[in-house]
């Protein structure tokens, strides 16, 4: 069977142009087919129809902007988006990016999923990237050996990955539980014709 590769939405505040890098990686990954850059508006209602377009999706934020303010606290700005995403995709298939960190170690992640409740319910996973963790990010094609990224950086590719992997078993399992339903009303049909054929055979 072919491999399952996802569409990897992006939906942020920010411009594109803001995380072009991310968009790079990404499509230098052979675990994603395409990247969707999706602009949230005031009205984050609007981003409705674009978040079934996507298998997969990241919810951008840069610390440039000042806060981390993504949810949960005074001023929020991704609340009711984030909550979106999951209702659509499933926490699952959404996790939390937030770039231009000066500190990206696990002690600021348990801090932010413990101030921010909300991204570690909504979502699977929330990734720290630091500037120099992004700057240093290897770009390459898919047919070509790409050295491995930073720690964080890679983590977003093999949770892509992962999910991939999910959906591929669950398309697997569907497709088994269609061959055996097809092959009991194959059984189901010759035992009728064999009956058939014994109530000939005695008249």
Not at 1 to 13: C, D, L, R, T, Y
Not at 176 to 185: H, P
């Amino acid at each position: 069977m072919s491999q399952i590769k996802a569409v990897v939405g992006i939906f942020s505040h920010e411009d594109q142009s803001t995380y072009e890098w991310l968009i790079r990686f990404l499509l230098s990954s052979s675990a994603v087919k395409d990247v969707r850059p999706v602009y949230i508006p005031r009205d984050s209602w609007n981003i409705r129809h674009e978040i079934p377009q996507c298998t997969f999706a990241i919810l951008y934020h840069t610390k440039n902007r000042g806060r981390l303010n993504i949810t949960d606290v005074t001023d929020s700005l991704y609340d009711r988006e984030l909550e979106l995403l999951h209702q659509i995709l499933k926490r699952n298939n959404v996790i939390v990016v937030i770039d231009d960190m000066d500190d990206s170690s696990d002690v600021m992640k348990t801090q932010i999923l413990r101030s921010q409740p909300s991204i570690g319910r909504w979502a699977q996973d929330v990734i720290l990237v630091g500037s120099q963790e992004k700057e240093s990010v290897p770009i390459c094609n898919n047919s070509q050996k790409c050295p491995r990224s930073g720690e964080n950086v890679q983590q977003i590719t093999n949770l892509v990955k992962a999910q991939n992997r999910r959906r591929l078993r669950k398309k697997l399992c569907k497709n088994i539980s269609i061959i055996i339903l097809i092959l009991l009303i194959i059984i189901l049909v010759i035992a009728l014709l064999v009956r058939f054929l014994h109530i000939l055979i005695k008249h």
